[in-house]
């Protein structure tokens, strides 16, 4: 598409703001917080390498590998990559493969679902595979329990799909924190998700209807999905996609998931001043970088993930929770070290080298 269509485009997307219009977030698939690569995924579902973008599974024995990749459509640097390395052709009734994002009720009020004055919603995006496949991609409003399908192919090459989905007067979002709406693109299902008729309208969610039609991403070992662009915003148009800096996306997805060390180079990173509470337990405050979305859940991937120096001395904490009273904002450092100091005395206190604390608020 030229520059010209593109401005065309844009200036004609009356019923959108022209900044701050996509709902989606990490829809470039810039920001990989956890890890750029995971293998084995399809077990469990969850969170792996792409900030915001869930695998959600259920059942299957297909396997696969995600991965964040320099692959991407002119004007964009990245894509994520979904590789099939288990096969899965015997499917069973309760087999499921989502790719998907979720969305807190308050960031959807623009859309007033629920109203007489209901949107419409655009989706855009940009997608390829190894082979020509049928896939679905699905609204589900979790809040009022209704949902929504359109099928999009895919070809070797990048394609763009704009997919419009009409307004939705029944049922309002919640104006809280909480998911209200899921943005599903369905890759893999048995009978109980793909038995029935694709709902291409608004309509209370039947599961059986949610899929149907799809090909399998799990059909063959030679089968791999490319995804970047991901935009959903309000009206009739794809407008180009909006491009926000490294920095705006990093904060967005940081409201969601943030981590202390684990850099890549290794190095240790300041943490912040503490006080030996005891002669054996370090307290500390630790400040998120951004507000998160709710009081996180904490994991760390080393017993000893902090390293107190004090006086002329540096200590390895012990000890598998290091981190209590957890709060949106900040959490609290309570580590039992390896050897003593002196209780009253302050500390200075560091990730151990590539050891990290994860800190996770995910919808």
């Known amino acids: ?7 065309a485009r844009t200036a004609s997307a009356s019923e959108t703001a022209l900044s701050n219009r996509n709902v989606v977030i990490n829809g470039a698939m810039q920001i990989s917080q956890r ?63 989502l790719l998907q994002q979720r969305f807190e009720g308050q960031d959807l009020q623009q859309l007033k679902k629920g109203t007489s004055d209901a ?35 895919t070809t070797t090459g990048w394609v ?32 109980t998700f793909a038995g029935g008729t694709l709902n291409t309208a608004w309509a209370d969610k039947v599961n059986a209807n949610r899929a149907a039609g799809i090909d399998s991403f799990y059909s063959s070992t030679d089968n ?31 409201r969601y998931f943030q981590k202390v060390g684990g850099e890549a180079d290794g190095n240790s990173v300041s943490v912040g001043a503490g006080l030996w509470y005891t002669t054996t337990i370090v307290l500390g405050h630790l400040q998120f970088q951004k507000r998160m979305r709710a009081a996180p859940t904490v994991a760390n991937t080393e017993t000893d993930v902090f390293k107190i120096n004090y006086s002329t001395a540096a200590v390895d904490s012990n000890d598998a929770t290091p981190i209590s009273v957890l709060q949106p904002t900040s959490a609290r450092i309570s580590s039992t070290m390896q050897s003593g100091g002196t209780a009253g005395h302050g500390a200075y206190v560091i990730t151990k080298g590539a050891n990290r604390v994860t800190f996770d608020a995910e919808l």
């Not at 598409?1 to 401005?7: H, R």
């Not at 595979?129 to 209704?146: G, P, T, Y």
């Open 224 to 254: 791999n999905f490319f995804i970047t662009g991901v935009q959903m915003e309000v009206g009739t148009v794809a407008t180009p996609f909006e491009h926000r800096s490294y920095g705006q996306e990093l904060a967005l997805c940081q």
């Open 35 to 97: 890890s750029v690569s995971e293998t084995g995924l399809g077990a469990a579902s969850g969170y792996f390498t792409l900030d915001r973008w869930n695998i959600s599974t259920s059942s299957s024995a297909g396997r696969l590998t995600m991965t964040q990749t320099a692959d991407g459509p002119s004007g964009f640097a990245n894509c994520l990559k979904l590789d099939c390395t288990t096969a899965d052709t015997s499917i069973a009734a309760a087999e499921f493969l």
């Open 160 to 191: 763009r799909h704009e997919l419009t989905f009409p307004a939705d007067t029944t049922g309002a979002f919640d104006d809280d924190n909480a998911s209200s709406l899921q943005l599903n693109f369905w890759l893999h299902a048995g009978a």
């Open 119 to 153: 949107e419409l919603i655009t989706v855009s995006f940009y997608v390829k595979a190894n082979a020509a496949f049928d896939f679905v991609l699905e609204l589900q409003d979790s809040d009022n329990s209704r949902n929504i399908h359109k099928v999009f192919a």
């Open 1 to 7: 598409m030229s520059k010209a269509a593109d401005l």
